[in-house]
């Protein structure tokens, strides 16, 4: 069975990649040709917003995500707005006050940039192929763990606020609360979602909340562990003040145009980047004016008018780690109605499986899986669906992503053809022979057109992507060594 990235079912379509696969294909997707290509027009126009990443101050991420590597990773990425990152820790604020300046000399209202001394230096660290004009706007997640209706709550929530004295205020009063915002830069509040986004409200109302990747099984609004079955459970009265989504690494906007609750929010996509070199794995395309504000950008999110918010920029689902169901301890990787089948019982010690998003979509969806087409709602936007630059060259070369000789390759084609979400999304294959050889452009062609495989992720542990076929490569090295010694 042959999936696209609609999750269309194509029986019909055989591609000769899938056929080669080495992968076990009970748990590969191989998608057609027909997927969907967000349209080339406004390309010099649009912005692309990475909204939600951390800062060093959040446990479990790289030293390396300070100001300065966002800022030069961001250009290496093609990245136009970045977010800041765990807004409300101390420190970190400080440290945001000492290195950064409103934008467009004032006139970016509540977007930053950093001071013009500091850009100087880093910039001699990026290729000049990739520089651009990088803001910053003040955002943070937040983690709720708190009981309601008889159940322990576990839910994350995105920030976004307009400037850094709202930011203050916000801290300020978190801090009489009781709160600890010091430990970590990813705060655990023991308030409800609800009370929380009072909160916010009540301090400014330019600043706005939108629920963290939704579907995600441990912590999230929608999550199968510990999360609601519908918007207004976690925000009661006030979900009228919810206008967006990020829907995750595991579900792509197709999945959630199946809930019609979800018609009127926006969707948006970011990477939740925990180091500089994850940033944009998932971005938000917007159109705004010049110089772009904190107001606009909100107006996009909000209003979510196609002349604004373009569209995202996706994981394929079924690499994200939470997309199947599973027991990673087991390896054991299910899908939905094989979890159903054996009753939601891991088949080799008996406990029970993590229920990924798949899973959980088909419990909330009301509207059918179609073979055909999925269902478009009002605010649907164009998505490419890509996969990051390095697992590209990482499986054309038959090596790790970390790996000498693909990071190599992967900063000459920074350097000679530009930055990684243009090689991605629109390098011609003329740009392209710059610094890549005829495999890794067929490998980048191919997923641009959808023409991959992927072991789908389960229970934490990523899916896997398949490109290039063990033979296609053996013949690159065969054909290397032919004109070295032949």
């Given at each position: 069975m042959f999936v696209d990235y609609h999750g269309r079912r194509d029986r019909k379509r055989r591609s000769s990649l899938v056929k080669s696969a080495v992968?076990?294909?009970?748990?590969?997707?191989?998608?057609?040709l027909r997927q969907r290509r967000s349209p080339v027009y406004r390309l010099g126009m649009e912005l692309l917003c990475d909204l939600h990443v951390h800062s060093r101050f959040s446990r479990a991420v790289s030293?390396?995500?300070?100001?300065?590597?966002?800022?030069?990773?961001?250009?290496?990425?093609?990245?136009?707005?970045?977010?800041?990152?765990?807004?409300l820790h101390p420190a970190w604020r400080a440290e945001m006050r000492q290195q950064l300046v409103p934008a467009d000399d004032g006139r970016g209202e509540g977007l930053y940039e950093l001071r013009p001394e500091l850009r100087e230096s880093l910039d001699e660290a990026v290729p000049r192929s990739c520089r651009r004009r990088v803001r910053f706007i003040l955002a943070g997640?937040?983690?709720?763990?708190?009981?309601?209706?008889?159940?322990?709550?576990?839910?994350?929530?995105?920030?976004?606020?307009?400037?850094?004295?709202?930011?203050?205020?916000?801290?300020?009063?978190?801090?009489?609360?009781?709160?600890?915002?010091?430990?970590?830069?990813?705060?655990?509040?023991?308030?409800?979602?609800?009370?929380?986004?009072?909160?916010?409200?009540?301090?400014d109302s330019r600043a706005y909340l939108v629920p963290a990747h939704i579907w995600t099984p441990h912590f999230s609004v929608f999550g199968s562990l510990s999360g609601f079955d519908r918007l207004s459970?976690?925000?009661?009265?006030?979900?009228?003040?919810?206008?967006?989504?990020?829907?995750?690494?595991?579900?792509?906007?197709?999945?959630?145009?199946?809930?019609?609750?979800?018609?009127?929010?926006?969707?948006?996509?970011?990477?939740?980047?925990?180091?500089?070199?994850?940033?944009?794995r998932e971005l938000t395309r917007l159109c705004l004016g010049n110089p772009p504000t904190?107001?606009?950008?909100?107006?996009?999110?909000?209003?979510?008018?196609?002349d604004e918010f373009l569209g995202t920029v996706e994981f394929f689902p079924e690499e994200g780690?939470?997309?199947?169901?599973?027991?990673?301890?087991?390896?054991?990787?299910?899908?939905?109605?094989?979890?159903a089948r054996l009753s939601g019982q891991c088949p080799r010690c008996g406990k029970p499986v993590t229920v990924g998003v798949l899973s959980r979509v088909e419990t909330l969806a009301d509207r059918p899986f179609s073979p055909e087409a999925a269902f478009r709602p009002p605010r649907a936007r164009p998505y490419d669906s890509l996969v990051p630059l390095t697992e590209v060259?990482?499986?054309?070369?038959?090596?790790?992503?970390?790996?000498?000789?693909?990071?190599?390759?992967y900063f000459r084609l920074l350097d000679q053809v530009g930055p990684e979400l243009h090689i991605l999304r629109s390098a011609t294959p003329d740009e392209l022979r710059r610094a890549a050889d005829p495999l890794l452009i067929e490998a980048l062609l191919r997923m641009r057109r959808g023409e991959l495989r992927i072991v789908a992720g389960f229970d934490g542990e990523y899916g896997r992507v398949g490109l290039v076929t063990e033979s296609e490569r053996d013949h690159k090295g065969a054909s290397l060594q032919m004109g070295l010694f032949g």
């Open positions: 992968l076990p294909r009970r748990f590969t997707r191989s998608y057609s030293a390396d995500m300070d100001l300065g590597h966002m800022y030069q990773w961001a250009q290496r990425k093609g990245i136009d707005v970045v977010a800041t990152g765990d807004v997640e937040i983690s709720h763990i708190f009981k309601k209706d008889g159940a322990v709550r576990k839910v994350h929530n995105l920030i976004l606020l307009p400037s850094l004295d709202c930011g203050d205020q916000v801290a300020e009063r978190l801090l009489r609360l009781g709160y600890n915002l010091h430990s970590d830069g990813r705060p655990i509040l023991g308030m409800p979602c609800r009370d929380f986004l009072e909160l916010l409200l009540s301090t459970d976690c925000f009661g009265d006030l979900t009228r003040h919810i206008f967006a989504l990020e829907t995750g690494l595991s579900s792509d906007p197709a999945m959630n145009w199946r809930l019609s609750a979800l018609d009127d929010l926006t969707l948006i996509s970011s990477s939740d980047a925990h180091s500089p070199q994850k940033l944009g904190f107001a606009a950008l909100r107006r996009a999110l909000e209003y979510c008018s196609p780690k939470y997309h199947l169901d599973g027991h990673r301890d087991c390896g054991v990787r299910l899908e939905p109605s094989e979890r060259v990482a499986d054309v070369l038959g090596r790790t992503v970390a790996s000498d000789a693909v990071q190599r390759l």
